[in-house]
T-cell receptor, first 113, second 113 residues
Framework: NAGVTQTPKFQVLKTGQSMTLQCAQD?????MSWYRQDPGMGLRLIHYSVGAGITDQGEVPNGYNVSRSTTEDFPLRLLSAAPSQTSVYFCASRVAGYTGELFFGEGSRLTVL | AQSVTQLGSHVSVSEGALVLLRCNYS??????LFWYVQYPNQGLQLLLKYTTGATLVKGINGFEAEFKKSETSFHLTKPSAHMSDAAEYFC???????????FGPGTRLSVLP
């Protein structure tokens, strides 16, 4: 029972490089989201999607892009990485239309030098 | 708009002592409330949730929380702390209309032998 799977778990980038964090879930959840976790700030919502082809911005969307071509996958793209994007990123999903709990991946730790 | 505050970024208790982690929320709609636990280098795991019905909710690992609408609080308690309870705890609020989750800044619990 995989749940929410994130890759890679660790990544080091140089300023200006691009990369994609992958997220896949096998629970047929319509809702998927990306959060970043920084010390003392809890989790802040970056982008979210309520279904394939539908995405929207969260609290801190600048510098990040997302797309949702399938129900299962929700990749997060950093087009030009900055040191301020050094963080731990979590993907989470839940059933849409019902406020059940979020299911989280194990996180991706990104360092931008 | 919704927000969550957690009093105390770090709480220390002795093994066997009462655990009390405080959470206050602000919500313009009837809230759904959640407590999550995060062990080092892991994702977030649901401890318990309040949606409707009984205001005292029981979760995993002996934790419970009480929803008090008049105090806009959802404090987390456990009668007797174990060493294995050492982790970071996050309170989160969502809404009955399917709003996104908003997380508090987290409280790190240390359990002293």
């Amino acid at each position: 029972n995989a749940g929410v799977t994130q890759t890679p778990k660790f990544q080091v980038l140089k300023t200006g490089q691009s990369m994609t964090l992958q997220c896949a879930q096998d629970m047929n959840h319509e809702y998927m989201s990306w959060y970043r976790q920084d010390p003392g700030m809890g989790l802040r919502l970056i982008h979210y999607s309520v279904g394939a082809g539908i995405t929207d911005q969260g609290e801190v969307p600048n510098g990040y892009n997302v797309s949702r071509s399938t129900t299962e996958d929700f990749p997060l793209r950093l087009l030009s990485a900055a040191p301020s994007q050094t963080s731990v990123y979590f993907c989470a999903s839940r059933v849409a239309g019902y406020t059940g709990e979020l299911f989280f991946g194990e996180g991706s730790r990104l360092t931008v030098l | 708009a919704q927000s969550v505050t957690q009093l105390g970024s770090h709480v220390s208790v002795s093994e066997g002592a009462l655990v009390l982690l405080r959470c206050n929320y602000s919500s313009s709609v009837p809230p759904y409330l959640f407590w999550y636990v995060q062990y080092p280098n892991q994702g977030l795991q649901l401890l318990l949730k309040y949606t409707t019905g009984a205001t005292l909710v029981k979760g995993i690992n002996g934790f419970e929380a009480e929803f008090k609408k008049s105090e806009t609080s959802f404090h987390l308690t456990k009668p007797s702390a174990h060493m294995s309870d050492a982790a970071e705890y996050f309170c989160a609020v969502s809404g009955s209309y399917g709003q996104n989750f908003v997380f508090g800044p987290g409280t790190r619990l240390s359990v002293l032998p």
